[in-house]
């Protein structure tokens, strides 16, 4: 990456690291995706019941791969061969000690937002998992709230639903169209703006462009 980029990335990240502080939640910053993936492992400790949404950016830095790999009690729902089995996956997830999750936009003061079709993904960010570890790229952070939920709409959405393969107006002109399709994944909104459970919500901020 562009040496000016790198250093614009690292300021503007420790803006959105005092943000988070101020909302009760934890900041960090890697300069690489190989340092973002060790953070992660030094804040989710061995033995740990993990689970996760669809976070594309925790597998990208390689995250996902380690946990599966590693003395840890990973809660995987795409092993189930039943809809009862991947219910009661993610059932059991609630309890898990940690949630891995990306975002879909954050705001320069560190609110997180977050765009849901099953509502699986921000519920248990919501409440539930002892912990919720968030890996984000820097290509997420916005100026402020208005300017995160037109990028999760407008680029994480339709996105999203190309890769799905869903029928969404958006998969087909790339924007959001506010659609009541029947494959819609813009079913539930969640903006976290505060954690009133301190150590609960921990944020990476990686110096690179991940997920969507």
């Known amino acids: ?10 300021l503007l990240a ?3 690291i005092k943000g988070l502080e101020s909302r009760n939640m934890t900041g960090y910053y890697a300069s690489t995706k190989e340092e973002a993936l060790a953070k992660a492992l030094e804040i989710i400790p061995e033995g740990s019941s993990v689970t996760m949404g669809g976070a594309m950016s925790a597998h990208e830095i390689g995250l996902v ?6 003395n840890y009690n990973f809660i995987d729902r ?4 039943t809809a009862e089995e991947k219910r009661a996956a993610m059932l059991a997830g609630y309890d898990a000690d940690f949630f891995l999750s990306s975002a879909n936009a954050m705001t320069e003061d560190g609110v997180i937002i977050n765009i849901d079709g099953n509502s699986n993904r921000v519920s248990m960010i919501a409440q539930g998992p002892k912990h919720v570890l968030f890996i984000v790229g820097m290509n997420k952070i916005c100026d402020d709230v208005d300017g995160a939920m037109k990028r999760a709409r407008n680029v994480a959405a339709p996105i999203n639903a190309q890769r799905f393969g869903l029928s969404t107006p958006c998969s087909k002109t790339g924007s959001c169209m506010d659609c009541k399709s029947p494959d819609t994944i813009c079913c539930q909104f969640l903006m976290t703006r505060f954690s009133r459970h301190k150590d609960r919500i921990h944020v990476i901020l990686v110096n690179d462009n991940l997920g969507f």
Request: hydrophobic share 30%; glycine share 4%; net charge positive.
């Open 1 to 10: 990456m562009n040496e000016n980029i790198a250093k614009r990335n690292e």
């Open 14 to 16: 420790q803006k959105v």
């Open 65 to 70: 791969e380690a946990i599966k790999n590693g």
């Open 78 to 81: 795409d092993k189930a061969s």
